[in-house]
T-cell receptor
């Protein structure tokens, strides 16, 4: 079983729709990062959340860190074809030395025009 | 060149070959990482270097051998690989080895082992 479970694994929607991607764990994380990866490229950081209950907004993207710091969500409003890609959450564990991130399995999003 | 670069971008090798992957970061970072990304598994951390010293080795088979000659360069030497080693190998760097630091990824090397 994965330490970080992402759902859904695949999502295909029409342009203009809203969506939410979830990242869940039974472990407490000191920080949670969301990355987006496009074909042929490495992941690119979107946001880092560190405080339980924290909400961050990046244009049409809203990120939330759960109160207990065990889960996170990414909500996209009015999705556009440019949002297509693989969304990865990554948790930093308190017990880990240094910058050791644990990645979820990813959510592959396709936004159709 | 800016950011994190990786060469080659694509590599096909036989199980008896010896090859090396190269990563270079132009960001002045002190920590560098190798990850393996397979189709059906989450991104797996393989090796971590901080100031050219290895600080993490996640039970990676000895057929993968990393080398960090300086803080800007990282190599992954490959020898007698197996077909299941076919994957996208990503290099990343961060300013320091701290849990909140952003990791900057290269584009990856797509490796196919025949």
């Amino acid at each position: 079983t994965q330490l970080l479970e992402q759902s859904p694994q695949f999502l295909s929607i029409q342009e203009g729709e809203n969506l939410t991607v979830y990242c869940n764990s039974s472990s407490v994380f000191s920080s949670l990062q969301w990355y987006r990866q496009e074909p042929g490229e490495g992941p690119v950081l979107l946001v880092t959340v560190v405080t339980g209950g924290e909400v961050k907004k990046l244009k049409r993207l809203t990120f939330q860190f759960g109160d207990a710091r065990k889960d996170s969500s990414l909500h996209i409003t009015a999705a556009q074809p440019g949002d297509t890609g693989l969304y990865l959450c990554a948790g930093g564990l308190l017990a880990n030395a240094g910058n050791m991130l644990t990645f979820g399995g990813g959510t592959r999003l396709m936004v159709k025009p | 060149e800016t950011g994190v670069t990786q060469t080659p971008r694509h590599l096909v090798m036989g199980m008896t070959n010896k090859k090396s992957l190269k990563c270079e970061q132009h960001l002045g970072h002190n920590a560098m990482y190798w990850y393996k990304q397979s189709a059906k598994k989450p991104l797996e951390l393989m090796f971590v270097y901080s100031l050219e010293e290895r600080v993490e080795n996640n039970s990676v088979p000895s057929r993968f051998s990393p080398e960090c000659p300086n803080s800007s360069h990282l190599f992954l030497h490959l020898h007698t690989l197996q077909p299941e080693d076919s994957a996208l190998y990503l290099c990343a760097s961060s300013q320091e080895l701290a849990v909140y630091n952003e990791q900057f990824f290269g584009p990856g090397t797509r490796l196919t082992v025949l």
